[in-house]
């Protein structure tokens, strides 16, 4: 197991969690996000997000967005 920080940059986060996913690899991968609400790791996640989504729309791929749930 390893601890990833959060970044601004999403890609940076989604490398990291690909990292985890090997080829060949049969068992699903589950990613944990420990965020402690009101903390700039909250702010940096919903900052991810919101890029993630925007990247998503102008690029066409708007059927695959993602539905998050935050409970703050």
Avoid: H
């Avoid at 996000?33 to 919101?50: D, S």
Wanted: aromatic residues 12%.
């Amino acid at each position: 197991m390893a601890a990833v920080d959060p970044s601004w940059n999403p890609a940076v986060d989604s490398q990291a969690v690909d990292r985890a996913f090997r080829i060949g690899q049969e068992k699903d991968v589950v990613v944990y996000r420990l965020i402690t609400c009101g903390t700039l790791e909250e702010k940096i996640y919903r900052r991810q997000i919101f890029k993630d989504s925007v990247n998503k729309l102008t690029t066409g791929d708007a059927d695959t967005l993602d539905r998050y749930y935050w409970f703050c």
